[in-house]
């Protein structure tokens, strides 16, 4: 496993091929679903920060990753390092909206996270997920540690009192993708249910 500093470098490398694919095909289509307040949790180095800042709406990033935080600082992105006072600090039941996109499959264990963050969204909130689907996507990274399908991901939310109202995949659902593409992800869209 790679340490945090390596990470944060490895995310540095990226092409541009792929923030141009994140800003064109998927950010565009998670705005409909923002709220006045909202939160990207596992922010990275700020991909979807910086695409949401175009549009003057108030957004948090928070990740476990101090070198990730550096990076969104230095972007003059809000950014936050994840501590367990900083849960408190956020405010439970403060989120209209938080954004969960490929980051649940580097959590070994996902419980505690997905408890604080149904603590952090209001009631009637919706959490937008994203996760690789297929062996290419989840082949791409060496931290992914849990793989998912989309049945899993909707019977693990479920037992949160989340709800599933939309999903969409990206590019579009097809079966040489999902084998082959490294970028083939499946966005799923969450109401907190009270």
Known sequence: MQDKRQYASYLLTRRWT??????????????????KKNLDFGCGIG???GFFNLFKKKIIGVDINPFNIDV????SLDARLLTQNMLIQLGQGSFDTIVFDNV??????????????NALLKD???LIVGIPVGDAGFKADEDHKVFYDEQDLDVMLKEYNLSKMDYFYRPFN????????RQFCYYSIYQKII
Not at 104 to 117: A, F, G, M, R
């Open 18 to 35: 792929g923030l141009a694919y994140r800003y064109l095909f998927i950010y565009p289509f998670f705005l409909r679903f923002l709220g």
């Open 47 to 49: 991909d979807f920060l």
């Open 72 to 75: 969104c600082k230095k972007r």
């Open 104 to 117: 649940l499959e580097h959590i070994l264990s996902p419980q505690p996270t997905l408890k604080n963050i």
């Open 124 to 126: 009637h909130g919706l």
């Open 174 to 181: 097809n079966d040489t993708l999902r084998k082959n593409l």
